[in-house]
């Protein structure tokens, strides 16, 4: 069974750095063919992709984010994190951790089959 867990401080000031990172159990963040993904959920409003980063290393982050926006993993600790800077109070969100298949995975689908439960980042100084 594969366990996700986001962790990172819940209040961040404006214009700094966001900072979170997902711990995964029960499967290799190297295992072909699967990605590794960030996903956010403002109040009241619909979920949003933030970025992923495949099981090779690869990333690849959503247009409007991608200026300030860096995934990165640890293969040692089996883990991912995801840096978001110059916040705003419009980054507000809840803050998952998902796996799904890598985009060039032949029976790929854009779903996603395991989520950390989350985590509350407010940004407000």
């Known amino acids: 069974q594969v366990h996700l867990q986001e962790s990172g401080p819940g209040l961040v000031k404006p214009s700094q750095t966001l900072s979170l990172t997902c711990a995964v159990s029960?499967?290799?963040?190297?295992?072909?063919?699967?990605?590794w993904n960030w996903i956010r959920q403002p109040p009241g409003k619909g979920l949003e992709w933030v970025g992923v980063i495949a099981y090779d290393g690869t990333t690849y982050y959503s247009p409007s984010l991608k200026s300030r926006t860096s995934i990165s993993r640890d293969t040692s600790k089996n883990q991912f994190s995801l840096q978001l800077s110059s916040v705003t109070p419009e980054d507000t969100a809840k803050y998952y951790c998902a796996r799904g298949r890598d985009i060039n995975y032949s029976n790929y689908n854009g779903e996603f089959d395991y989520w950390g439960q989350g985590t509350q980042v407010t940004v407000s100084s």
């Open positions: 029960g499967d290799s963040i190297t295992t072909k063919y699967y990605a």
